[in-house]
């Protein structure tokens, strides 16, 4: 809320790279499972599945990232 507010000029100090960010909503999820964990296993089946891997109900998290080129 206070990112939000600070965007829109109503909190009274922000951060100086917070009026300039792009809102989450419209991100769309762009930044999400960028960190130590990374990204789920069923987003990247998913991935696997858009691009066609075979194999790729019996592979895991790991094996998907290598396959998904992760």
């Given at each position: ?28 999820g762009?930044r ?8 789920t296993?069923?987003?990247?089946y ?9 194999g ?15």
């Amino acid at each position: 809320m206070n990112k939000e507010r600070a965007q829109h000029g109503e909190a009274e100090k922000a951060n100086p790279k917070t009026p300039k960010d792009t809102p989450a909503p419209v991100r769309g999820g762009q930044r999400s499972h960028q960190g130590a964990q990374g990204r789920t296993r069923e987003q990247l089946y998913e991935d696997a599945k858009r691009k066609g891997i075979q194999g790729r109900s019996k592979m895991n998290k790991a094996q998907l990232e290598k396959a998904v080129g992760r």
